[in-house]
């Protein structure tokens, strides 16, 4: 099994979800480790602008998982804003979102 990390060393935007994107097609799973919902991943597809601040931006690849791990911080509210977004466009998460017991 392949395991890739794409870790940021800065406190600012890095565009580490730029790079996951950018990866994605490669992988089966997009997994978020750690953070909080105060920064987020702006992605622009077909002239559409979309912000995640919590749900991993391989959301928008149909064939890939997505986990929210343990040391990702939820804010509640900003989940299922998120998650609100996603439904408004009609990305089909629900199978393929797992957020973690911790």
């Known amino acids: 099994m392949k395991i890739d990390v794409i870790l940021g060393l800065q406190w600012g935007d890095e565009g580490k979800g730029k790079i996951v994107d950018y990866l994605a097609d490669k992988y089966d799973i997009v997994a978020r ?6 920064a987020g991943h702006t992605l622009k597809f077909g002239g559409n602008k979309y912000v995640l601040h919590t749900v991993p931006s391989g ?44």
Not at 71 to 95: C, F, M, Q, S
């Open 33 to 38: 480790f750690q953070g909080g919902p105060n």
């Open 59 to 102: 959301i928008f690849r149909e064939n890939l998982i997505n986990i929210i791990g343990n040391g990702v911080v939820i804010d509640p509210i900003t989940l299922v804003r998120e998650l609100d977004n996603l439904d408004a466009v009609h990305v089909n998460y629900k199978d393929r979102l797992l957020v973690a017991k911790k």
